[in-house]
């Protein structure tokens, strides 16, 4: 939950005695990837290091043309076997602040979560009581898990969902009964992908402010 503090050593001189990492120039871009915060700098980690899939991308005849739009992820990720996801009392709170930020600007959320239900209820309530479009990964890979709360998408079934909800680029909506600073980590991984890609495509002066919503599952 919390990033090594990694960039300040690089930037500071004789900390990480390397001939590469001394370079000024070297130093000087390491103290401007620290003022992205750690969610970039896990993204960016993630991008280098590794390579995702190309089979666990959504069909291009699938997926929604996102350009000009206010994009959102919902991760409604469950802690405990016992619950069966019926109830986005939580998550309908979160879409409607969401969409009142959003105004009159067309919107996208993508879902992502480890019950059925749950994803066809909040299907269900954006298509009804708004005017932002939906998408979901169809024919999701069904799976079993050493643990019962991680539903019927477990391994391969939670990658596709991160190949699609990482094309978010305004914003989230997460539970989480824990008070932290980051989210766990099923829910990190995607924040920092969408981080690292939306600070490299953005080509305006200023970054817009990435929003968040997260709510404790358990008050409902």
């Known amino acids: 939950q919390k990033l090594p503090d990694y960039l300040r050593l690089m930037s500071s001189k004789g900390k990480l005695n390397t001939t590469y990492l001394s370079l ?6 390491a ?6 915060g750690p969610y970039f ?4 980690m ?11 991308s959504p069909s291009q005849t699938n997926k929604v043309d996102s350009s000009g739009i206010e994009t959102f992820f919902i991760h409604s990720r469950h802690s405990k076997e016992e619950m069966g996801g019926k ?3 939580s998550e309908k709170k979160c879409i409607d602040k969401m969409v009142s930020l959003v105004g009159s600007k ?3 959320f993508y879902l992502m979560s480890d019950r059925k239900i749950t994803l066809k209820r909040l299907a269900s309530k954006i298509r009804k009581d708004t005017h932002c479009e939906v998408e979901k990964v169809g024919n999701r890979t069904l799976s079993k898990s050493y643990r019962g709360e991680h539903g019927s998408f477990p391994g391969r ?3 596709e969902d991160v190949a699609l909800s990482s094309h978010a680029r305004n914003g989230m909506i997460t539970l989480d009964k824990h008070s932290r600073h980051l989210v766990r980590s099923s829910t990190a991984l995607v924040r920092e992908l969408v981080e690292f890609r939306r600070v490299l495509e953005n080509r305006k002066p200023q970054l817009s402010p990435f929003q968040e919503c997260r ?5 409902r």
């Open 24 to 29: 000024p120039s070297n130093l000087k871009n």
């Open 31 to 36: 103290e401007k990837m620290g003022k992205n």
């Open 41 to 44: 700098a896990y993204g960016m």
């Open 46 to 56: 993630f991008e280098a290091l590794l390579t995702m899939d190309e089979s666990l």
């Open 87 to 89: 109830n986005i009392e």
């Open 106 to 108: 067309p919107c996208l």
């Open 157 to 159: 079934g939670y990658w």
């Open 215 to 219: 709510l404790d599952p358990n008050v």
